[in-house]
């Protein structure tokens, strides 16, 4: 009798347990944020600071939960995720974004920006905020401009100095036409792939190389499958915070401000980073083994990739183009 009381009494024990976790659950909405890079990267430090002030400013209200590394997707998937509703908050580079809202192809032009300051005075600015805006009409809710970095090229062939020496390489890019475009200028053979297959295809040799920023580069381990980095800085990569209409639709001004607030927060400290990635992250790759060719010309690569222009003012015409120019 007494054994079975006592399994009563740990069974109701058990269930008041349930119940209040039930509670619990209820009380704090889950929050899926995204993104390709791994838990050491820019934007997981962008990411925390998301949940840390999502979190604090909520008062616990939601409860964000971090899933790096693909795990939810590639950008172009997880951007398709937040139009369904199945993901929350992605961080994204521009990448895929021109394939949903058209009109950031403009960011997207090599050699369009001429440093970090520029870029982030044009993002912060009324430019930035007119194309944030403009996500609103494409069933994605534009939060804040963050940040990815100049892009270089590395490759496992050859050091790389002048168009030349890329000519038939075979490079995977972003799947962004834009980007595409200005690589085959440039006679390389542009190899579209998610970001998640990157490091596969670059140590199966299914391309021979592959641009991102020193922020991806290191991120990434990508000195265990390249051993030649170009710092061509050939096209800066801005990236941004989006999140789903079918979550913010539901919340309150109040509510979404908060969100507002913590993907600045987020821009804020992966901005950071990428800055200190910047100063030190060269050197890493180095004692990492690779080979860095810094002395490089970059007018050649401007000329060659000059008519990807003109194939984006042919389809996009040239005001957004010209606002951006007006503002250096
Ligand atoms: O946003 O796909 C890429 O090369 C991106 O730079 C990467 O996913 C980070």
Known sequence: FARHSLSVAIGSLTTAALALGAMNAQAAQTINLGHTLSDSSHYSVGADAFKETLERLSDGEFEVVEHPSGALGGERAMIEGLQIGTVDVVITSTGPLGNFVPQ??????????????????????????????????????????????????????????????????????????????????????????????????????????????????VASKFWEVQDNLSLTGHVYSPAIVLGS????????????????????????????????????????????????ETDIDKAPFQEAVKPAYQIYTDQYGSEMLDRIRASD
């Open 104 to 217: 950031t192809y403009v960011l997207d032009l090599p050699f369009l920006f001429k440093d970090y300051d520029q870029a982030r005075c044009v993002l912060d600015g009324e430019i930035g905020q007119d194309l944030l805006d403009k996500m609103g009409e494409h069933n994605l809710v534009g939060l804040a401009w963050s940040e990815n970095g100049f892009r270089h090229m590395t490759n496992s062939k050859r050091p790389v100095t002048s168009p030349e020496d890329a000519e038939g390489l075979k490079i995977r890019t972003m799947e962004n036409k834009v980007h595409m475009a200005a690589f085959e200028q440039m006679g390389v053979h542009p190899t579209p792939m998610a970001f998640p297959e990157v490091f596969t295809a670059l140590q199966q040799g299914t391309v021979d190389g592959q641009e991102n920023p020193i922020t991806v580069i």
């Open 245 to 292: 209409p079918v979550l913010m639709d539901g919340l309150s001004e109040e509510e979404q401000g908060w969100f507002e607030q913590a993907a600045q927060a987020s821009a804020q400290a992966t901005r950071e980073e990428v800055s200190r990635l910047e100063r030190d992250g060269v050197e890493l790759l180095r004692e990492n083994g690779m080979t860095v």
